[in-house]
């Protein structure tokens, strides 16, 4: 059941982010209209834009909501290795966890803390 859940999940959200993207082509088409009132001087100009900066406002806040819940809330992570666990108990690294449940990407480095701390040898002298 819980490993359902979490393909049912990420199908939700995928389903989620197509819609978005479909409403980002109709605000794109939204625009052209009101570049051609805007290019032909038409009085309703101000009005055409308003309603265009509201929809704007309105797809940000939902692509924002979206994210948010993709991660948010009580997130069981490993004081020492930074594991976290999964809703069926498993622990999965911190970058695979993120991985696939957005769409970041990680790169590693290491910081110049830990490079004192790991290798003393390279410091400058």
């Not at 393909?7 to 995928?14: A, C, G, P, T, V």
């Not at 929809?55 to 948010?72: C, G, H, P």
Request: contains cysteine; glycine residues 4%.
């Amino acid at each position: 059941m819980g490993k359902e859940k979490t393909n049912l999940i990420k199908r939700l959200d995928i389903k989620e982010v197509h819609a978005l993207n479909e409403r980002t082509k109709e605000l794109q088409c939204v625009y052209r209209v009101f570049k051609l009132f805007r290019d032909a001087d038409i009085p309703h100009e101000r009005i055409l834009q308003q309603a265009l900066e509201n929809e704007k406002a309105k797809l940000f806040r939902d692509v924002q909501r979206k994210y948010e819940k993709i991660l948010s809330g009580f997130i069981p992570i490993c004081a020492s290795c930074k594991k976290i666990k999964d809703e069926q108990g498993i622990w999965h690294p911190l970058e695979i966890y993120v991985q696939s449940r957005t769409e970041a990407t990680f790169s590693h480095g290491i910081c110049p803390d830990c490079v004192k701390k790991l290798y003393p040898h390279f410091q400058r002298k």
